[in-house]
C-alpha cells in the first residue's frame, strides 16, 4: 500500500472507532480528515461551518462549507480527543444540554482560574511552537476557555480534579455521563 492509501485506512478506523466509543458522534454531521504527515502544534484541528482555516492550517480541501470538521494530524490522538475538540469546539454552541453546562462552567471561573488562562496565554505567545498573536479575548473565547472546559472532562489534564471547584466537577461530571465518558 502507499503511504496515502494506509493513512487514509488508519484514519478510517480511527473515526468509526470514535463513533462506536462515543455514538454521541454516530449522527453528527461531522466531518473528518486524517493527515497524519501535516504539522499542527495542537495535533488536531476543529473547523467551524463557515471558518476557512487560517494559512497555516486551511480548511481541508475535501470539507464542504456549511458542515464542521475535524483534521487530525497526530497519530496518537485518541477517540477522546477528537469527542473533546467536537464538544468544546462546536457542541457546546448547538447542543442545549451542552451549552448550558459551558456557559455554568465559564461563568464559574475562580479569579485563580483566570490567572491561569492568562498564563497559558503568555505561554502561547512566547513559545514558537505555537506564536500565538490573537488578542487575548480571542484567544480565550476559541482556545483558551474550551480548553479548560476539556481540560478535566476529557482526561486531557494529568492535574484534572485539582485545577477545578468542587462544583465544576460536578457539571462536568454531568457532562462526562451525557457523552458517555468512562
Do not use: C
Not at 9 to 27: Q, R, S
Not at 37 to 46: D, H, L, Y
Not at 125 to 131: E, I, L, Y
Amino acid at each position: 500500500m502507499k503511504p496515502d492509501k494506509d493513512a487514509d485506512v488508519i484514519g478510517a478506523m480511527l473515526w468509526e472507532k470514535t463513533k462506536k466509543e462515543y455514538p454521541y458522534l454516530a449522527d453528527k454531521e461531522l466531518q473528518f480528515k486524517y493527515s497524519p504527515t501535516k504539522k499542527s502544534a495542537g495535533g488536531i484541528e476543529f473547523f467551524d461551518p463557515k471558518e476557512t482555516g487560517s494559512p497555516e492550517s486551511p480548511r481541508p480541501k475535501e470539507f464542504v462549507m456549511g458542515k464542521p470538521g475535524v483534521e487530525v494530524y497526530n497519530t496518537n490522538t485518541r477517540p477522546l480527543d477528537i469527542l473533546a475538540d467536537y464538544v468544546s469546539h462546536y457542541g457546546v454552541k448547538v447542543d442545549p444540554t451542552l451549552s448550558s453546562a459551558y456557559q455554568q462552567f465559564s461563568q464559574s471561573l475562580t479569579p485563580r482560574q483566570k490567572q491561569i488562562l492568562k498564563n497559558q496565554y503568555e505561554y502561547y505567545q512566547k513559545d514558537p511552537k505555537f506564536r500565538e498573536t490573537r488578542p487575548y479575548e480571542d484567544w480565550e473565547e476559541i482556545s483558551g476557555l474550551p480548553g479548560y472546559f476539556r481540560g478535566y472532562t476529557f482526561n486531557q489534564w494529568k492535574k484534572g480534579q485539582g485545577e477545578y471547584t468542587p462544583e465544576q466537577l460536578k457539571n462536568l461530571d454531568q457532562v462526562r455521563k451525557y457523552l458517555n465518558i468512562k
